[in-house]
């Protein structure tokens, strides 16, 4: 599957223009985020802001972006899929610097106290699924009827508010390597794609005609330009699943969701993936998910591989790597030319990929930031 429907020439977002080939006067201005200790460090080199405790651990802070001056992407449509009911939250041991707690998803934990700044995951103990019998009670809590799962009418007249003024129309959905995941945790997940396989295409099945029907309820006339996927699925060394276990288990649930986006129009779909996912790119984008993000270069991933092997059905977003912005200078200089083939050839909107490491200097983010503007014509 591919591009089928109809490329929408109304719509003025940038990021559409760019990703569906069309004229447009440049590629968007945007970046990733920052982690809280960055925002800490530039605060203290002089970034003149004036930031609440709380915006400052917060990694995609709307006002650091607009400090910088950067570009918002197109319009979000909301998507309800969170368990409900939520298991209620319980402490079950405290320690001196953490405590063990069950939280809202059934997963129990051990999490660090005062970690506002949010840079240490959680030391995961147990999931609440491991067997048949496990999901057939968490299925429950994601009732495909349930009235929680309906947009409000509110949100109905702001999209198409924003549909008509040709912003593009875009929703997001957890992907279903990552929501299994949540349920199992990798351990567990790893073991049951052989141990329980019918409960994994059950899984799998559920969770897509879950969000499948997010975009099948909508109004008649609402458009969807792009479904995006968070599916954290990959480390330096490759994918956490094959591609033919991928193709398997995890694919039916990407082919039933975004034909139900494309019945809408849609023709992008975004991928946020860390780490090397190479080997299953191709399987992705026989669904039409056919944007990669954040093309993870110090994770190994290769963009000019990707795009010799796909070519420009491939779009790509992302893929500036970080560390030379440590060293500043020329370092800044050899990487933005590293990326330039790859703005030539368009369908690509270069930015970090990733966060901004709290080692890269104030003075050195816009030194790089009035490079990169330079070359994308801003």
């Keep these: 599957m591919g591009d089928e429907s109809p490329v929408r020439t109304e719509v003025q977002d940038r990021f559409y223009r ?6 447009v006067d440049r590629v968007p201005d945007l970046e990733f985020g920052y982690w809280p200790q960055t925002i800490r460090r530039w605060l203290a080199e002089g970034m003149p802001l004036d930031l609440a405790p709380d915006e400052t651990t917060d990694m995609f802070s709307r006002t650091v972006d607009d400090h910088f001056g950067f570009e918002h992407e197109g319009w979000q449509i909301p998507s309800y899929t969170d368990i409900h009911p939520p298991y209620e939250e319980e402490v079950l041991e405290r320690r001196a610097e953490s405590v063990i707690m069950r939280d809202e998803d059934g997963v ?3 999490r660090y106290l005062h970690d506002a700044e949010r840079s240490s995951i959680p030391r995961f103990i147990e999931f609440p699924v491991k067997t048949p019998d496990d999901w057939a009670r968490i299925a429950e809590r994601y009732g495909m009827d349930d ?3 309906t947009h409000p009418e509110e949100e109905i007249v702001r999209a198409r508010r924003a549909q008509a003024g040709g912003v593009a129309m875009r929703i997001s959905f957890v992907g279903f390597y990552g929501q299994l995941r ?15 396989p019918e409960m994994v295409h059950e899984m799998v099945g559920h969770w897509a005609e879950l969000c499948a029907r997010q975009i099948e309820r909508l109004p008649a006339d ?3 330009d792009q479904v995006d996927w968070w599916e954290d699925m990959a480390s330096k060394n490759g994918p956490l699943v094959s591609p033919s276990v991928f193709r398997c288990f995890l694919q039916p649930g990407y082919h039933r969701v975004m034909s139900a986006a494309r019945a809408r129009g849609c023709v992008l ?35 000019y591989r990707w795009r010799q092997e796909y070519g420009l059905v491939l779009r790509l977003r992302g893929g500036i790597a970080k560390r030379p912005l440590v060293e500043g200078g020329k370092a800044i200089d050899r990487e933005l030319e590293r990326i330039r083939p790859l703005l030539e050839q368009g369908g690509y909107v270069p930015h970090l990929d990733h966060l901004v490491p709290p080692d890269v200097p104030y003075g050195h ?5 009035e490079k990169k503007r330079k070359l994308i014509g801003r």
């Design 269 to 303: 779909g975004m991928v946020d993936c860390d780490g090397d996912p190479y080997r299953i790119v191709g399987n992705w984008l026989e669904e039409g998910v056919n944007i990669m993000f954040p093309v993870e270069i110090g994770a190994g991933s290769d963009p």
């Design 365 to 369: 983010y816009c030194q790089y930031l």
């Design 222 to 224: 609402i458009v969807i």
């Design 147 to 149: 009235p929680v799962r």
């Design 182 to 196: 949540n349920w199992m945790g990798m351990e567990n997940l790893s073991y049951a794609f052989y141990d329980y």
């Design 18 to 23: 760019v990703f569906t080939y069309q004229d």
């Design 108 to 110: 129990i934990a051990e």
